[in-house]
């Protein structure tokens, strides 16, 4: 056996530099097993750090370097042990981190004039890194989904922290009901009339392009005239991907509504299963009208609520128009901590207009509706309910057990996932390229490793 690895140790160095002297503008990273990682796929995912909107900083590629390393044991354990992802998932999270990034770049035309290449081909080179990503999530899923911890080993972790013993300042958990206004057909009318002319005026020869830029209200692409970019049957309002697919290269929808508002489209080119289209959209706006009656509707709530014949989590399963609390009896979460759906918010992380609300608000008390302004510039009404309201103090098992069991399954987790890793790294054949050396991230995957044997 002995015999073997040295050989198979030498065929991989060699390869490792051979690999280096007949590509200039190409290089082997670093070598893990049976992989490579190229200094291309690291520029690649340094590029995507950028494209976040973080600054320039060049010792993050050690840290990319690092977390493709670890990466790459995954892959190659789930590989040995059939876990694998589907071809679909892949193509969602591609779609999914394409979007984010034209969104940030402000269209496909900006973003694949930094990328430098067409999003097509972008995508095409991401596919591969990405699967190996979920692939090396899966794997780890699956090494930590049975940990769990006891009670007794929660009091041990909590004993351990001794003087570290964390201190929690303000939290309160806060119950809503969101009321959204709904316009009438008639009141709806005035909006869809709008993009009718503008329709109109496009097939009377007006550029569909520069009408987008003096009308649309789509934030993402106004900038480019309405422009899209591709995309797939996933990636749009399924009304709007039903016309999308439906028209040929320059012919144009009718008018169309999605939840978003109403819609006038040009399919500008097609290519297999994605469609390159622009659009204009124009979004109803509440009337006064529809205000009052959603106040009214919320007023009646609020007094059933006051007269007992309502609970505050009933009305919020019944009539809220916020899918993401209405079955949680309304309760907010932890946007913080989601995966543990906490919801004790800490005071300083509630929205400005909330806390303007529930601070003269007594615990267990319902506030009358009031008008407010989502995020998106919609006005709605709103109720709160302040269920619970804890000062701050130093953390304790009576009061804080969720928090600290939470914390303890994440110490658990990390020293098995640390033994785990330690385990591979000394019986794996590892190699990092010398331009890395200084990276003090990556000395451990270096030292006592097979490649030092």
Same mark, same amino acid.
């Given at each position: 056996?002995?015999?073997?690895f040295l050989v198979v140790t030498a065929l991989v160095s060699l390869f490792f530099n051979s690999y280096a002297q007949k590509n200039n503008i190409d290089k082997v990273a670093a070598v893990v097993g049976n992989g490579i990682i190229l200094l291309?796929?690291?520029?690649?995912?340094?590029?995507?750090?950028?494209? =976040?909107?973080?600054?320039?900083?060049?010792?993050?590629?050690?840290?990319? $370097?690092?977390?493709?390393?670890? +990466?790459?044991?995954?892959?190659?354990?789930?590989?040995?042990?059939?876990?694998?992802?589907?071809?679909?998932?892949?193509? &969602?999270?591609?779609?999914?981190?394409?979007?984010?990034?034209?969104?940030?770049?402000?269209?496909?035309?900006?973003?694949?004039?930094?990328?430098?290449?067409?999003?097509? =081909?972008?995508?095409?080179?991401?596919?591969?890194?990405?699967?190996?990503? $979920?692939?090396?999530?899966?794997?780890?899923?699956?090494?930590?989904?049975?940990?769990?911890?006891?009670?007794?080993?929660?009091?041990?972790?909590?004993?351990?922290?001794?003087?570290?013993?964390?201190?929690?300042?303000?939290?309160?958990?806060?119950?809503?009901?969101?009321?959204?206004?709904?316009?009438?057909?008639?009141?709806?009318?005035?909006?869809?009339?709008?993009?009718?002319?503008l329709r109109l005026r496009i097939k009377g020869g007006e550029d569909f392009g520069a009408l987008a830029k003096a009308y649309s209200e789509d934030p993402g692409s106004v900038g480019d005239g309405g422009d899209l970019g591709f995309f797939d049957?996933?990636?749009?309002?399924?009304?709007?991907?039903?016309?999308?697919?439906?028209?040929?290269?320059?012919?144009?929808?009718?008018?169309?509504?999605?939840?978003?508002?109403?819609?006038?489209?040009?399919?500008?080119?097609?290519?297999?299963?994605?469609?390159?289209?622009?659009?204009?959209?124009?979004?109803?706006?509440?009337?006064?009208?529809?205000?009052?009656?959603?106040?009214?509707?919320?007023?009646?709530?609020?007094?059933?609520?006051?007269?007992?014949?309502?609970?505050?989590?009933?009305?919020?399963?019944?009539?809220? &128009?916020?899918?993401?609390?209405?079955?949680?009896?309304?309760?907010?979460?932890?946007?913080?901590?989601? +995966?543990?759906?906490?919801?004790?918010?800490?005071?300083?992380?509630?929205?400005?207009?909330?806390?303007?609300?529930?601070?003269?608000?007594?615990? /267990?008390?319902?506030?009358?509706?009031?008008?407010?302004?989502?995020?998106?510039?919609?006005? /709605?009404?709103?109720?709160?309910? $302040?269920?619970?309201?804890?000062?701050?103090?130093?953390?304790?098992?009576? +009061?804080?057990?969720?928090?600290?069991?939470?914390?303890?399954?994440?110490?658990?987790?990390?020293?098995?996932?640390?033994?785990?890793?330690?385990?591979?790294?000394?019986?794996?054949?590892?190699?990092?390229?010398?331009?890395?050396?200084?990276?003090?991230?990556?000395?451990?995957?270096?030292?006592?490793?097979?490649?030092?044997?």
């Amino acid at each position: 056996m002995k015999k073997v690895f040295l050989v198979v140790t030498a065929l991989v160095s060699l390869f490792f530099n051979s690999y280096a002297q007949k590509n200039n503008i190409d290089k082997v990273a670093a070598v893990v097993g049976n992989g490579i990682i190229l200094l291309s796929d690291l520029n690649q995912q340094y590029t995507q750090y950028l494209y =976040q909107g973080n600054q320039p900083n060049p010792s993050i590629k050690c840290m990319i $370097l690092q977390q493709t390393l670890t +990466q790459k044991l995954l892959k190659q354990q789930a590989e040995i042990d059939s876990v694998m992802v589907e071809d679909g998932q892949v193509d &969602d999270e591609v779609n999914r981190r394409m979007r984010s990034m034209m969104q940030r770049a402000g269209g496909q035309e900006r973003l694949e004039s930094f990328l430098n290449k067409s999003l097509l =081909q972008y995508k095409d080179e991401m596919r591969p890194s990405i699967k190996d990503e $979920l692939q090396a999530q899966k794997m780890q899923s699956k090494i930590t989904e049975n940990i769990n911890v006891t009670p007794l080993e929660v009091e041990k972790y909590f004993k351990s922290l001794g003087d570290s013993v964390p201190e929690f300042g303000t939290e309160v958990e806060v119950g809503e009901v969101i009321l959204n206004p709904q316009l009438t057909k008639a009141e709806k009318e005035r909006f869809h009339d709008k993009i009718e002319a503008l329709r109109l005026r496009i097939k009377g020869g007006e550029d569909f392009g520069a009408l987008a830029k003096a009308y649309s209200e789509d934030p993402g692409s106004v900038g480019d005239g309405g422009d899209l970019g591709f995309f797939d049957r996933n990636m749009m309002a399924k009304e709007f991907t039903s016309w999308a697919f439906k028209l040929k290269a320059g012919e144009m929808s009718p008018v169309f509504e999605t939840e978003f508002g109403f819609h006038i489209l040009q399919v500008i080119e097609r290519r297999g299963e994605q469609v390159h289209a622009r659009h204009i959209l124009i979004m109803p706006k509440s009337t006064q009208s529809s205000l009052d009656r959603v106040k009214l509707h919320a007023d009646s709530i609020y007094n059933n609520i006051m007269a007992k014949k309502l609970t505050f989590a009933a009305a919020a399963n019944l009539y809220s &128009d916020n899918k993401e609390t209405k079955y949680n009896g309304g309760m907010m979460l932890n946007a913080d901590n989601v +995966q543990a759906r906490t919801t004790f918010i800490p005071l300083e992380k509630v929205d400005p207009s909330i806390f303007l609300v529930i601070d003269t608000m007594k615990v /267990g008390s319902i506030s009358k509706p009031n008008l407010f302004t989502a995020a998106d510039g919609k006005q /709605g009404y709103r109720l709160l309910y $302040l269920k619970s309201k804890i000062p701050p103090h130093k953390a304790n098992l009576g +009061q804080d057990f969720p928090k600290i069991r939470d914390a303890a399954q994440t110490d658990k987790i990390n020293r098995i996932l640390s033994e785990w890793f330690e385990k591979r790294r000394e019986s794996t054949y590892i190699k990092i390229d010398d331009e890395f050396e200084t990276c003090p991230e990556l000395k451990i995957w270096t030292k006592n490793t097979t490649q030092t044997k």
